[in-house]
């Protein structure tokens, strides 16, 4: 094993740990006008993303669903940072999470999803951090076919 190579549990910071054992916003949400399922065929993380949007503005959100602690904790992020926010808005933060965990980010506070940065270290993780954004992505634009990260 390479020393320098990024330790794993570096990853798992307390947010994480946090957001996975009491993910926030978990719930269906019978009265949402969007909603869209999301599925990571490699590792098996399955979930919906519900919103509720009024006047371009994303009033509520939640999910539901099972992952790895990335997965779940990335998805709980998520709801927190995108409710209330315009719908703009919240397409640039899909974008620039995205930079964040693949290419280079712009300069933004990123505020508790900067937590996730860590996982660009490991490629394979990167889909797990991004299915909740991807599934929450699709929602919004109404596509029908799931999320998918492969």
């Not at 320098?4 to 926030?24: K, T």
């Not at 098996?44 to 919103?51: E, K, M, P, R």
Request: hydrophobic share 40%; charged share 20%; glycine share 6%.
């Amino acid at each position: 094993m390479n020393d320098s190579a990024p330790d794993l549990r570096e990853l798992y910071q307390e947010v994480i740990f946090d957001h996975n054992r009491q993910p926030r916003n978990f719930h269906p949400m019978p009265d949402a006008d969007h909603q869209a399922d999301g599925h990571n065929p490699l590792c098996g993380d399955q979930l919906t993303v519900y919103l509720h949007i009024e006047d371009g503005v994303v009033k509520d959100v939640s999910f539901v669903g099972h992952g790895c602690a990335i997965s779940t904790a990335s998805a709980s992020l998520m709801t927190e940072a995108v409710k209330g926010k315009p719908v703009a808005e919240v397409e640039a933060l899909f974008h620039d999470f995205h930079a964040l965990l693949t290419d280079t980010p712009p300069a933004r506070d990123f505020g508790k999803l900067a937590v996730l940065a860590g996982v660009r270290e490991f490629p394979a993780r990167v889909k797990c951090a991004t299915l909740a954004w991807h599934t929450l992505h699709n929602a919004i634009v109404g596509a029908q076919a799931p999320a998918r990260t492969e």
